[in-house]
């Protein structure tokens, strides 16, 4: 089952996509050049929907094989936090409405379906906490990742990238700890985010960005993954998985460290922490002469890193508190460290920063000579679609 919910979003993936491409470009829903912005022509913006229509596909097909009704009320939520980014995307929302409405959706799965953290893991011996305090706590938690996928999103592959690592990573952890369903759900996401990614990344004629409803969407599966109770096996065996809290910051370091580094940034600067800017880790390696697939590929590695990290301090059994030092220490190794040094380089040591860039840009260039093959498989041989003017 886990492996037909892989491959199915791989077979509805290439039906779905070119069809919403198509009505993006007749109905000039379209994200346009500007000076923060990479892209040189508009690109379709409606990511979102195409994530949404496969998931919902894919999910009520597994339904016929295997019993997962119980995640259809979060799938109803889901689906409202995707409208409000679809309005987003297509006419604009302040960033306290985004942030209200983001509150809003995480209240709703909380009260209404028990999807919530309400503990600690044993960490610092914290096994229950109040219902207040689980409420504060899964908002604020909800809010950190559904703003950290968001922000992640602003080169090609890098959010679906991060998603496929996050969900493929947390798929095994349900698996192993009998939770069927909801590593039905992981895998789910890494069929739909991996088909995603080929054509974000390689495709020239179906090319689509993920937008604010796609990385909203991701982000609340991602938030959904990790509000199991860590506590009970399938078969009520009572377990207890001190290493989860941890588990969790190492699984999305690379969104998590880098997000909460620009929100510091801004703030120091006196700007809102929603203001865009190109102040992301990723941007820096675009600077720096990075293509997107290789800035991709660079920060997923780092976020594969301190997951091993995780893994292997968990199998030398430290002690809770020192594992999630050492994680921590790592994240900013690896996710602050190369910004800063970028930024140094660019300032203060320019000749060193031009042999990096140079550097970058011809590993760029190998890198698209194999992409140029993926492009041509991903696209194919068909006649281009005509686009109406």
Not at 33 to 57: S, W, Y
Not at 284 to 313: C, E, P, Q, R
Request: proline share 3%.
């Amino acid at each position: 089952m886990c492996i037909l919910s892989v491959l199915l979003p791989f077979v509805f993936m290439p039906i779905v996509l070119p069809m919403v491409v198509l009505m993006a470009n007749r109905k000039r829903l379209m994200d346009n050049p500007d000076a923060r912005k990479t892209q040189k022509r508009p690109v379709a913006v409606m990511g979102g929907t195409v994530i949404m229509l496969v998931i919902c596909i894919t999910s009520i097909i597994l339904n016929l094989f295997y019993n997962i009704s119980n995640l259809f009320p979060a799938m109803c939520v889901m689906m409202i936090l995707y409208i409000f980014g679809m309005l987003d995307d297509n006419i604009g929302l302040s960033w306290q409405f985004k942030l209200g409405m983001q509150i809003f959706v995480i209240l709703l799965l909380f009260f209404g379906g028990n999807y919530g953290i309400n503990s600690l893991y044993g960490m610092f011996g914290i096994y229950s906490m109040p219902m207040w305090c689980a409420c504060l706590l899964t908002v604020f938690v909800g809010l950190l990742l559904l703003n950290a996928v968001n922000f992640a999103d602003g080169i090609d592959g890098l959010a679906s990238g991060l998603g496929v690592l996050a969900s493929l990573t947390m798929g095994y952890w349900n698996l192993r700890h009998g939770f069927v369903t909801q590593a039905l759900q992981s895998f789910t996401v890494v069929g739909v985010m991996a088909s995603f990614f080929l054509y974000n990344v390689f495709s020239k004629r179906y090319k689509m960005y993920m937008g604010d409803s796609g990385s909203l969407v991701l982000g609340l599966f991602l938030f959904l993954s990790i509000c199991q109770d860590p506590y009970y096996l399938a078969d009520d065996a009572f377990i207890v998985d001190s290493y989860f809290l941890s588990f969790i910051i190492a699984l999305f370091s690379a969104m998590l460290f880098d997000s909460v580094r620009v929100v510091i940034m801004r703030a120091l600067k006196g700007n809102s922490p929603f203001e865009p800017d190109r102040s992301h880790l990723h941007h820096a390696y675009v600077d720096a002469g990075m293509s997107h697939l290789l800035a991709t590929i660079k920060i997923v590695l780092n976020n594969l890193a301190v997951i091993a990290v995780w893994y292997f301090t968990a199998k030398a059994e430290l002690s809770e508190v020192l594992q999630l030092a050492i994680v921590l220490s790592v994240g900013v190794v690896f996710i602050w460290v190369p910004y800063f040094m970028l930024e140094y380089l660019k300032n203060k040591s320019v000749d060193r920063y031009i042999l990096i860039t140079r550097r970058c840009r011809r590993r760029s260039e190998v890198l698209n000579s194999f992409s140029s093959l993926i492009q041509r498989l991903v696209d194919g041989r068909r006649r281009q679609t005509h686009i109406a003017k």
